[in-house]
């Protein structure tokens, strides 16, 4: 048996070559996988949101959720945007600057809030609100 120390020859190393190969692999995942896409900022100034009293001389459209429409409480039997739109014609030949509420029902399709708007667009009312009801 041999009890002699190690000789000072015979000193320890840590070996770095394999932690340098991993960094190296790491690096090169890293600039792989790396975005270099810019992205530009806007400067916005977002609008406030406020109530406004509800206008007068407002035309008032209804929706149900079954699609049906309600020109200021009366029924109104077509559907289509054409009828629609040559409704809101004869409600608003006396006023100048009519604008048009919608009220939807919340689980009203959005084919027929569309179509509300496209029968505004197609009657010359460039002004169109929703109403809302603020929760409780």
């Known amino acids: 048996m041999n009890f002699r120390r190690r000789q000072a020859d015979d000193e320890l190393e840590i070996n770095l070559i394999p932690l340098i190969d991993v960094l190296l692999v790491i690096l090169i995942f890293l600039a792989a996988t790396t975005s270099f896409t810019r992205y530009s900022q806007l400067q916005l100034t977002l609008p406030q949101a406020h109530a406004d009293a509800q206008q007068n001389d407002a ?7 079954q699609g049906i429409y309600a020109l200021d409480g009366q029924l109104l039997s077509d559907a289509t945007a054409q009828d629609l739109a040559q409704a809101l014609r004869t409600a608003i030949q006396d006023r100048d600057d009519a604008v048009l509420v919608i009220n939807a029902d919340a689980q009203a399709t959005h084919e027929s809030v569309v179509r509300a708007m496209e029968a505004a667009r197609l009657a010359g009312i460039a002004r169109v609100n929703f109403a809302a009801q603020s929760s409780p």
Request: charged share 0%.
């Open 59 to 65: 035309l008032n459209m209804a929706i149900s959720q």
